[in-house]
């Protein structure tokens, strides 16, 4: 493993997979099949999926040959990849350019939809499971992993299909001047991590150090921007290349949805996060107020958002997980709805939805569609709550799964960042 990826992983030299002997190891996948079957998940795929996925990336060059024409092609445009060490799908990748007035933002996500349309199989296994789940050291994917490995991969040096919202921004205030949103053809320059994009941030002399520092330089004035409009930050020790990534992905996912309430009118599925009463803000700061260090700035109890904001900006860190928990158990549960009526609280947008993870969202890959064809699901107001139903399935399933590996003697975060190995009885009893 690279330095860059162990700063990245948080490992130290010698620090190999978590070793658990082969009764706990079934005891863990007992434990998997026992979980999925309450929440109703699937683990396996259908044959019939299986062979459509394979049938449908068999020629991902002769697919783009054909296609180029009705495409644009950004071929030419300097773009990349920025994600964690331990990413498993490389479904977005950016570009940026400053021109005399304005800021044009290219975001590109996977084209899924070229692949998963309502007339296939796999839309309709999609639609059975809603999101993809993970668990640590297991994930189970919304669409067959082929897809993420191959075509839906912005690899370096590969032709691939995009979705691309291109936002061409006001170098002021960095709102939207023009959004369009259309099918392209993109080949990624380079895959970063988190920690190879902070080292290009600081290199004068690196490849894409122009690119990273000026879209650094955008994203952390979105992100200022959006903490004085009132938008809940929630970890404000976020590293640059976290920051860059979070911005550009939440100013995508925002245009989409302004071109589809504004600009066609059309129903979506929309992300709707319902505000805590004005009782439950007050007991929440209450809550905040009476930690030990920790002061709400005056000025700010009349908006709680702000005055959550400022305090974790000033509480020592052994506070930071009480302020955060306060928050968020009078926090509402955020659903998916045909309308964005009510808008999205944490945030503060009025208008939000998602379009940037298709490969692990039906939401998202619901409004690719709805973009591409003008077209919305009959039956989208079963397909929101289905979406949001299925949410919270993954969530209490991820909940009740790391408990149980707490309850065996398995830290739920080394599982996740290091994996498991499963060894003879007298190793295994060495190192638990």
Known sequence: M???????????????PVEISEDLARHMENKREELFEKFEIRDEFPDGV??????????????????????????????????????????DAISIEERDDEYVLWVHIADVTH???????????????????YLPGYTIHMLPPILAESVCSLVPNEERFAHTVEMHLDKETLSYETIDIYKSVIESDERLTYAQAEKRIDDPDAPLHEENKLVHEVANRM????????????????????TIIEECMLKANKAVTHELMWNRGVEAMYRVHPQPSPDEWS?????????????????????????VNAT???????????????????????????????????????????????????????????????????NLIELCDR????QKDAEQCEREYKQFLQEVGLDPMAVNNRGIEVVEE?????TL
Request: aromatic share 6%; net charge negative.
């Open 2 to 16: 690279s330095d860059d990826a162990q700063a990245e992983a948080g490992t130290v030299e010698g620090q190999g």
């Open 50 to 91: 299986l062979e459509e996925a394979t049938e449908l990336t068999g020629d991902v060059q002769g697919d783009i040959d054909a296609e180029i024409d009705d495409r644009e092609d950004l071929r030419e445009l300097t773009t990349w990849t920025t994600d964690p060490i331990d990413a498993q799908d490389f479904d």
């Open 115 to 133: 692949y998963v349309h309502p007339d296939s199989e796999m839309w309709d296994e999609a639609v059975e499971r809603c999101n993809t789940v």
């Open 223 to 242: 992100h200022e921007i959006r903490k004085e409009d009132g938008s809940l930050v929630l970890n404000p020790a976020r590293d640059r290349a976290h």
């Open 283 to 307: 007991k929440a700061l209450q809550e905040i107020q009476d930690l030990d260090g920790v002061s709400i700035p005056g000025d700010t109890w009349d908006d709680p958002r702000k005055a």
């Open 312 to 378: 974790l900006e000033e509480a020592p860190g052994r506070q930071l997980d009480k302020i955060q928990w306060a928050v968020m158990k009078v926090m509402p549960r955020a659903r998916y709805m045909n309308d964005p009526f009510g808008g999205h609280h944490a945030l503060n947008f009025e208008i939000y939805g998602h379009f940037t993870s298709p490969i692990r969202r039906l939401s998202d890959l619901i409004n690719h569609w709805i973009v591409y064809q003008n077209d919305v699901p009959e």
């Open 387 to 390: 979406a949001s139903d299925k």
């Open 426 to 430: 007298s190793e295994a009893d060495r």
